[in-house]
């Protein structure tokens, strides 16, 4: 077994690589995530693995395959419960289902628990495995990934870590995920979008903090999104805290006015006064090698 074939699913993209243990990337591919919406979407996910494997004569020398979804997922990291973008990838089984057309163990995470595992390696952040280190991702929602003592925190279910979703006090807005009154609701891409379109609609989005970057609304918004993260922050105390996603990587975001917010909030002296932060640079293929490192580390265990 020389190599991981890593999946990344997104709401609109499908990106597909080979990886080898030491992360390097091999007949990188990204297309259309369309057929995924269908009620077609293992099978037609499955015949874009399989012709994979044969386009690039792979037969034989792949360890397993991991896929990383915008989803929540089982403990056993096969069973896909929920994912509001993708309804053809809604509660099936899909490790299961895709390993009878890869013969090999398929492991089946969050997308932003497989960008953290790639963030963690890329920076060399924990060489020991025994650090506390928080991911923060804003996108269209807000991922969130915990890893603690060397492995990702995925709690009795399997879910732990879904930050976007737990309640705001007096917000009453109904969430994507069938909640009322979710972080997400606020902090979150989705929920920029609306303030520009709503404050500022002669304002493209990309132009969003460029031109209004000190207006009270969009330092509310700001100051907002530190909230949960402080909350997190509080209660585990990392050795480093990760910020990334599209908005943060948006022209001119306001990232020293969210790192203020989170340390006036986070508890005094301690964690605030000494919190690391790390600003990773995500490319299209960052969450396909962290899956990859990921499985390469599931499989190590299952040999022992």
């Known amino acids: 077994m020389k190599y991981v074939i890593g999946i990344d699913i997104g709401g609109t993209n499908l990106r597909i690589g080979t990886v080898d243990r030491e992360g390097t990337l ?9 057929s995924l919406v269908s009620e077609n979407a293992v099978q037609n996910l499955g015949k874009e693995l399989k ?9 034989g020398q792949v360890g397993a395959v991991s896929v990383g979804v915008p989803s929540i997922v089982s403990k056993d990291k096969s069973f896909i419960y929920s994912t509001p973008n993708l309804k ?7 490790g299961n289902l895709l390993k009878a057309y890869a013969n090999v163990p398929v492991f089946v995470d969050r997308d932003v628990n497989y960008l953290l595992v790639n963030d963690i390696k890329t920076h060399h952040l924990d060489p020991e495995r025994e ?54 609701t606020r902090c979150s891409g989705r929920y920029l979008k609306h303030l520009a379109d ?13 031109k209004h ?25 990392p050795d480093y805290v990760i910020m990334a996603g599209g908005v943060m990587t948006m022209k001119d975001f306001p990232m020293e006015r969210l790192i203020w917010a989170v340390k006036e909030r986070a508890r005094k ?4 006064e000494n919190l690391e932060f790390v600003f990773p640079e995500h490319t299209q293929d960052s969450g396909v090698i962290g899956g990859a490192y990921a499985a390469f580390d599931k499989l190590g265990k299952m040999e022992k």
């Open 269 to 272: 002296p301690f964690p605030s």
């Open 198 to 210: 709503t404050c500022f609609p002669d304002t493209d989005i990309s132009d969003v903090f460029v």
């Open 88 to 94: 053809g990838l809604e509660n099936i089984d899909l």
């Open 51 to 59: 012709s994979y494997i044969e386009r690039y004569q792979l037969e």
């Open 131 to 184: 650090r506390t280190i928080l991911g923060f991702y804003l996108g269209t929602g807000f991922g969130n990934a915990v890893y603690i003592n060397g492995q990702l925190h995925v709690g009795k279910n399997g879910v732990a870590g879904e930050l976007g979703h737990i309640p705001m006090y007096g917000i009453d807005e109904a969430c994507t995920c069938g909640n009322i009154g979710c972080s997400e």
């Open 26 to 34: 091999m007949n990188f591919e990204r297309k259309s995530s369309a």
């Open 213 to 237: 970057g000190d207006d009270p609304i969009i330092l509310e918004y700001v100051d907002t999104l530190a909230i949960p993260m402080a909350a997190e922050i509080n209660i585990l105390d």
